[in-house]
Nanobody, 124 residues
Framework: QVQLVESGGGLVQAGGSLKVSCAVSGGTLSNYVMGWFRQAPGKEREFVAAIPRSGGTTYLADSVKGRFTISRDNAKNAVYLQMTSLKPEDTAVYYC?????????????????WGQGTQVTVSS
């Protein structure tokens, strides 16, 4: 059973940076498309970023383009989300997810495994 564990969340001031990580166990990371999603209080879960199995072209939500970067290290079974120029509206619980399909999806329903989430709070 694949398990995902996020870490690195916290409180940061607007304009600051934060890097969240996702440790993957119970499976071979290179077999999965990986994604990051977030959910703010009272809002629907939304796509943030995704990366293909072997890396390469990444996919980012328009709201985070130019500020967030997704990366992966298959040898370390880890996925990262580097967040810069953070805004209060980035405040949310951030979830890591793994998709067994070959093609990248921005739809959370395509993802098979999810972490428990890590809270990111951006103060104004």
């Amino acid at each position: 059973q694949v398990q995902l564990v996020e870490s690195g969340g916290g409180l940061v001031q607007a304009g600051g940076s934060l890097k969240v990580s996702c440790a993957v166990s119970g499976g071979t990371l290179s077999n999965y498309v990986m994604g990051w999603f977030r959910q703010a209080p009272g809002k629907e879960r939304e796509f943030v970023a995704a990366i293909p199995r072997s890396g390469g072209t990444t996919y980012l939500a328009d709201s985070v383009k130019g500020r967030f970067t997704i990366s992966r290290d298959n040898a370390k079974n880890a996925v990262y989300l580097q967040m810069t120029s953070l805004k209060p509206e980035d405040t949310a619980v951030y979830y890591c997810a793994a998709d067994r399909r070959i093609f990248v999806s921005t739809n959370g329903n395509s993802y098979d495994y999810w972490g428990q989430g890590t809270q990111v709070t951006v103060s104004s």
